[in-house]
């Protein structure tokens, strides 16, 4: 059964900094890709970061050279390195992984920019 519990959301000033995790359980971590989405209110779930499982990375171009997704396969966990934040990244960002044709999704965690 794969679980994804995401942390280290909340209220950062612009042009701050923050750090998210997404710890999984299971034996599938290493093998599969993972990414991060998120998701403002009234808009569509989007794709901020991406990893394969060799750890090539991928970003659209709302968040490269700000956005940094890591792995670490020994403790199962996935980050995401936010820097230079802006006020429209304010939204609630997902842990996801694809195993065996099935979308398995975190609870979400916050993060809010504001002054």
């Known amino acids: 059964q794969v679980q994804l519990v995401e942390s280290g959301g909340g209220l950062v000033q612009p042009g701050g900094s923050l750090r998210l995790s997404c710890a999984a359980s299971g034996s599938f971590f290493s093998r599969y890709a993972m990414e991060w989405y998120r998701q403002a209110p009234g808009n569509q779930r989007e794709l901020v970061a991406a990893?394969?499982?060799?750890?090539?990375?991928t970003y659209p171009d709302s968040v490269k050279g700000r956005f940094t997704i890591s792995r670490d396969n020994a403790k199962n966990i996935v980050y995401l390195q936010m820097n230079s934040l802006k006020p429209e990244d304010t939204a609630v960002y997902y842990c996801?992984?694809?195993?065996?044709?099935?979308?398995?999704w975190g609870q979400g965690t916050q993060v809010t920019v504001s002054s």
């Open positions: 990893i394969t499982s060799g750890g090539t990375t």
């Open positions: 996801h992984v694809r195993v065996r044709s099935i979308d398995n």
